[in-house]
């Protein structure tokens, strides 16, 4: 039996760019037999709205038809709704799922087993379609997204439905992945920074990767043809201990060379390479990688900021974010961090100065 499609989307599940996503996939379909699931959502006081909203757009622009499948809380449900809502998931050929919150998705699928469900379907060749906050719970863990961005706690995993690792693909979904919108402070990695995420990343067992995805972005993992195909605006990452495969877009990817990928070894960090002219963004993913390299990177980085020229950024929000993330470090006790990351500020020509009232800094002279 074909082997189905499971594609995710970073965001933008229903924006112009995303349309013809989602009609090639229709094409693979011979009658599609889709459906739209409100879980993620179901907090919200407007779930009729967005339900709404999202028929709308699959009936306008794209001459489909899905039906609404709801379970807004599997506590209120009965379990004659619990099981109509699986068996008719089961049933479906297109399985959409988009905005939300992932924790609040979770405590609603994990209970009825929905990963077993959806695995079923695409073992099947039918397709499912996962954007933002559901697009997270597909992985073996998931990071719970309102709970760090916007509560503060302390970042944690919860376990996802784990879909992608049914095919061999262990890994945490991360979508937003770029995300700018905090212009002076950093939002990408789906709101919680990069920093955190990195600190995350350490806490996932060892051969678990992080899966990145860009806004407007879609990954579409061809399960019969093992690939995975990268289409719309930007590009998707494969991130698993201190190296990063950046999915281009435009690319198509066998998965065994996301299976095999490899982790970085402690004794062999990530270097900045000698003869190359980095730019901020390659020079951001060393950081990002952590090791030895990573101070050099940010040297780099500063240098770039101090003397402007080809790739001139504003040094401000950078030192700010390492200066914050050295104060979190010492409110955790975690000094030697704390230390290392004022270290590595001095490195790159940061003068750093403690006070009564904070850090204050000054570019070296």
Known sequence: MTKGTLVLLGSGETAPGMTKIHRGLFSKLDTVRGVNLDSAYGFQENVPEMTEKLLEYFSVSLNTALTPLSLTSFD??????RTLFSSQVAKANYIFAGPGSPSYA???????????????VLQ?????????????????FTAPIYEIYKVGVTPYWLEGLN???????????????DNSEGRTYDTGCCYIGMRRLTLMEQELPEGVATLGIDEHTALIFDFEADT????????????????????????????????TAKALSVSAPLEVPQNDHLGPVELGNVIAGGGSGAISALAELVQLASTGGTGFIDPTPLVVEVLNARVEARNLKQYKLADQLRDALISAGIDVQDGPDGATWSLRK
Do not use: D
């Open 76 to 81: 209120k449900a009965s379990s004659l709704e």
């Open 106 to 120: 979770l405590s609603q699928w994990s209970p009825v087993g929905l990963g077993a469900t959806l695995t079923s």
């Open 124 to 140: 099947s060749g039918g397709t499912v379609c996962f954007s933002s906050a559901a697009a997270l719970t597909l992985g073996a």
């Open 163 to 177: 879909v992608l690792g049914q095919f061999g693909l262990n890994c945490a979904v991360i979508p937003h992945f």
């Open 228 to 259: 995975v195909e990268v289409k719309g605006k930007s590009n998707g990452y494969w991130r698993l201990g201190g190296t990063m495969r950046i999915l281009e877009n435009g690319s198509i990817t066998a998965l065994n060379e996301l299976r």
